[in-house]
């Protein structure tokens, strides 16, 4: 990933709200916690159910599928049945656009 590309509006990610997108082939879902955006791979390590359809709680996306539990800020594990962490990608907020490092 080497450019920064758009892929909303700040607004349009509301605090305490999560949105997924596709950016170059990768599923995506980006976090906004209090007003500072996250982004992490939109799969989980365990069986690869789309994380941004799972529940936010206390900085943590639920997996919908298993219940595995993930750290929004980094990606870590924090409850099984996943064992591998979920790769992190670039986030920035930029003149009012929220932007993914590709």
Not at 46 to 56: F, I, K, R, V
């Amino acid at each position: 990933m080497n450019e920064w590309t758009d892929v909303a509006s700040v607004t349009d990610i509301r605090p305490g709200t999560c949105q997924a997108f596709v950016a170059a082939g990768v599923a995506v879902v980006v976090f906004n916690l209090e007003g500072h955006f996250f982004c992490l791979e939109d799969c989980c390590s365990h069986d690869g159910a789309e994380l941004s359809s799972g529940e936010m709680d206390s900085g943590e996306i639920i997996c919908p599928r298993h219940g595995a539990r993930f750290d929004i800020r980094t990606g870590a594990v924090c409850t099984p049945p996943a064992y591998e962490n979920i790769q992190v990608v670039p986030v920035r907020s930029n003149n009012g656009m929220v932007q993914i490092k590709q």
